[in-house]
């Protein structure tokens, strides 16, 4: 391997431990930028990719896509597009996108067709240093904290993209279903967003919590006579789990124009009842990640409210025990690997 | 009966046909104008409400809920609402709103919990007289023709108003699902505002008259190869059909943002893959009709733009015939009865 190396943390096949890995990034393309990674978020994404759950995952499979760290190289295109060598920078799910497809030129970036998955068909962040384009290198606001700042560029900007995109109003009563690594970030934009937010979670351990983190109520998500209650009630309900709930409920629980949004990988079909959309004139949609835009515009809205992921530190090299700590349920709530 | 009883047709039980029927309506409420009924268009919803398909028919039912004519009263409180004896006004699905909850004081009187349906728990306009609360009585522009403009009130305003309420603009590529009573009003306004139009038809025979009513493209329904050729390109889809579709197919043909909105009472449950909707922040909406501001808009853009039903006239008297020729599926496009 030359100096140029990049040292990471890689499976060799879907389900295997992280062992370290060792790859040669070959020159830096001229609108790339490089990172040296201080820390880096593990999403419940990087357990569906390093298991393959999409049929999509390429081995071997770097995970990491919540990376923060320090700009150390500027490709020949990237260096008149307001970074510099030395600026903390984070990037998220995209590393990078086509810039000439109408998504990318109408500034949906993140809904190119032919966008860069951080660590799908490449090596994501689990790994001293990260690659990607100019544009999905976001700049962090000096008032964040890098250590936790990692998580808010892929679980943060998932919630806080639909937000604007449904032009959620602070006269609206609002819902988080699953208050884990995204739902945590959810209650607190919503909270600061001026909403009324209840928070739906199937775990009672969470009610506090979630109150502390800026719910005003606390649903039991499996609960039919709690989800009758708060019945045509909500204007925009979020949902961050991946679980299997009676949607019809939640759809019910949507008032005149409601929108029940997917921000998780549900994977099996939603059946939607057209009779209990149309009525009340409800939606049901999903979006994913944000833009660059949309990033730089929820962290500035981070800074000016003081948000932030609630993380749990481990080293690097403990990626593994990281890994069985997610899988566990217990993360509280979002981990991050940091380098030494 | 006395002199003031309203001649009528009605069901006996579900399934029945249609015989003459009278009643007498009694006073007539303050807020409520009476309406001596010259036309009214014959809609799917009332083969549905006639067969008890929607498990909330009360019989003997009187159907019809795009009627048209002139108000030959006023009720006390309804003489300074901007109508007058001899006025031409229709009358759609909705002949009420509780004017004072959220949805009627937002303008959104469609979607008032407390609304009153024209031919529900009430009876309807298959006959002389028809009463409405005023704000139901929407006046007809004096360019558009009493014979003609009944299907407007119901069908027209069903498909009119998703068009204002998600935002469709002229530089959008949209699709109707259906060339019935509703589609073909749906292509004109379409066509009308802008867009580019393709219409989804089984019905081969129905081509050329969709082309003529305003679609760009005519693409077949029901095959797949055709379908998959308009692959992710439109940015919303009017599904005025109630037949069960490959829906995954039309989520599908939504190109970033698209928008598949029904309007037709699909019966079974639609699948909705959260993948399919997440990675273009699609989404799958339906609504009911429109305001009472809705319909007055829509009529001024129908007078502006020469927009009318095709109808085919039947005397009131043989509205059995009128009821068979619909449920043979030949009707081009709206019956529509008249009484002489």
Not at 47 to 56: P, R, T, Y
Not at 270 to 292: E, N, T, Y
Not at 301 to 328: D, T, Y
Request: proline share 5%.
């Amino acid at each position: 391997m030359s100096q140029n190396s990049i040292k990471a943390w890689a499976a060799a096949s879907a389900g295997d431990e992280l062992k370290p890995f060792e790859y040669d990034p070959g020159p830096l393309a001229p609108e790339q930028v490089e990172i040296e990674v201080t820390h880096c978020g593990l999403c419940h994404s990087d357990l569906s990719m390093l298991d393959n759950e999409w049929g999509v995952s390429q081995y071997p499979l770097v995970p990491g896509h919540e990376a923060v760290g320090r700009v150390v190289a500027l490709g020949d295109a990237a260096q008149d597009k307001g970074l510099s060598i030395g600026q903390a920078v984070g990037v998220g799910w995209l590393s990078g996108s086509c810039m000439h497809c109408n998504s990318c030129l109408s500034g949906d970036h993140n809904l190119c067709a032919d966008n860069e998955v951080t660590i799908a068909g490449r090596y994501g962040g689990f790994a001293d240093r990260l690659r990607a384009h100019w544009a999905w290198a976001i700049p962090l606001p000096e008032s964040l904290d890098m250590a936790s700042a990692g998580p808010l560029f892929c679980g943060g900007v998932t919630v806080f993209n639909p937000i604007v995109e449904l032009d959620i109003k602070p006269t609206d009563r609002v819902g988080v279903v699953g208050i884990g690594g995204l739902g945590h970030l959810a209650l607190q934009f919503l909270n600061a967003w001026g909403c009324d937010v209840t928070a739906f979670t199937s775990s009672e351990a969470k009610r506090e919590e979630a109150m502390s983190l800026g719910a005003h109520h606390v649903v039991t998500s499996t609960d039919k006579a709690s989800l009758k209650a708060v019945r045509e009630s909500l204007d925009f309900i979020l949902v961050t789990a991946n679980a299997s709930l009676d949607w019809r409920q939640f759809i019910n629980a949507l008032g005149p124009k409601g929108k029940l949004h997917f921000v998780g990988a549900v994977l099996e079909p939603i059946p939607v009842s057209v009779f209990d959309l149309l009525g009340k004139q409800r939606s049901v949609s999903a979006s994913p990640v944000g833009s660059p835009a949309r990033l730089r515009q929820m962290l500035d809205f981070c800074a000016r409210h003081g948000i932030e992921a609630q993380v749990e530190p481990f080293p690097m090299s403990q990626v593994n025990r990281a890994v069985a700590h997610l899988k566990s349920g217990k993360a509280r709530y979002r981990v991050v690997l940091e380098n030494t």
